[in-house]
């Protein structure tokens, strides 16, 4: 914690003092930090700092420390600012995020002060889940992707999701999959011309869950890749984060029914003036197609994979049988 930092934190939060700083954890490939600062007095008593200091030469865990890697690692963190200044606080309870406090961005080095999740009631994170819990993470999906039906959102990600495939070239490069690699741009782009587009969190595994007590209600954090795309990106990939292979294939059915009866409701809820129906049924075709999309660049990317187990793999080849 340097001075100047402290001293932008204090005016900030209108703080007397910071009383402890703690570490929550380290960015990804070295690119900063995110903090804890526990406040004397000022507007709360602890805030969220996440503090980007892109290094010198980054340490990739996987080795894929490319300058286009590091370009997308920037633009990621400036689009996570864009998005907390301009469209974040459209959020509600149904679909909650922290408030911002502060938003800094100087020639590269940024930073995000937030309310602190853990003080505002979400104090859990969790490894494993329970299916109520699972469903309370896919009532946080359908209710933002209601909310945020057909908006762009300038300074975001054209398309969202990290593993889009116009942002990794070199993953596709490397797969070993040669017939999947030939599809990945029809793929691609059935995803990306589907009618109803919304945004999408981009990352929404169970680690950017926080949950309240019981584990009723939850909130997100981690918008660095978000952007427009299908809901079902966002529901493919939160589900392959949290469930093993076996317990997909049980649960399948019932997760994705909870999701479109809550995302009907929830287009009620905000009154917005789509045809239901008929996004639930080009989002249900889009579901296999977003897993296989996530598939594609896990091939490239980390082959063998744990993701990468039969149920995916059975949806994949059901995919690309579909396109031949």
């Not at 507007?43 to 997308?72: A, C, D, F, M, Y």
């Not at 040669?178 to 029809?186: G, Q």
Request: net charge negative; glycine share 6%.
């Amino acid at each position: 914690m340097t001075e100047q930092l402290a001293e932008i934190i204090l005016k900030a939060t209108q703080a007397k003092s910071i009383i402890n700083t703690s570490l929550i954890q380290e960015l990804w490939s070295g690119y900063g930090q995110i903090l804890r600062c526990e406040l004397e007095e000022g507007l709360s008593p602890s805030v969220i700092v996440k503090h980007v200091q892109p290094p010198n030469q980054s340490h990739h865990p996987r080795g894929w420390n490319t300058n286009l890697s590091h370009e997308r690692k920037l633009k990621s963190y400036q689009v996570e600012i864009n998005w907390y200044n301009d469209l974040a606080h459209r959020c509600d309870d149904y679909c909650r995020v922290p408030d911002t406090i502060h938003l800094q961005d100087r020639q590269g080095e940024m930073l995000m002060i937030m309310e602190d999740l853990n003080a505002a009631g979400f104090p859990i994170r969790k490894s494993e889940v329970s299916i109520p819990e699972i469903k309370a993470c896919l009532s946080w999906l359908a209710h933002f992707h209601a909310k945020f039906m057909g908006v762009k959102g300038d300074g975001l990600w054209p398309v969202g999701t990290y593993w889009h495939l116009d942002t990794r070239p070199d993953e596709l490069e490397a797969m070993q999959n040669k017939k999947l690699k030939a599809a990945a741009r029809e793929i691609d782009k059935t995803l990306t011309g589907a009618k109803y587009q919304t945004l999408v969190h981009g990352d929404a595994k169970l680690a950017n869950f926080c949950f309240s007590e019981k584990g009723q209600k939850v909130a997100a954090v981690d918008f660095q890749y978000i952007g427009q795309g299908s809901g079902m990106k966002d529901v493919a990939y939160f589900l392959s984060s949290c469930l093993h292979e076996e317990n997909l294939s049980v649960c399948e059915t019932e997760l994705l029914r909870f999701y479109f009866e809550t995302l009907k409701k929830a287009l009620v809820l905000y009154d917005q003036l789509v045809d239901f129906e008929e996004i639930q049924q080009e989002w249900s075709k889009l579901y296999d197609y977003a897993w296989t999309d996530f598939y594609r660049f896990l091939d490239g990317w980390s082959p063998g994979h744990w993701k990468m187990h039969d149920y995916s793999e059975n949806i994949k080849n059901k995919v690309l049988k579909q396109l031949s």
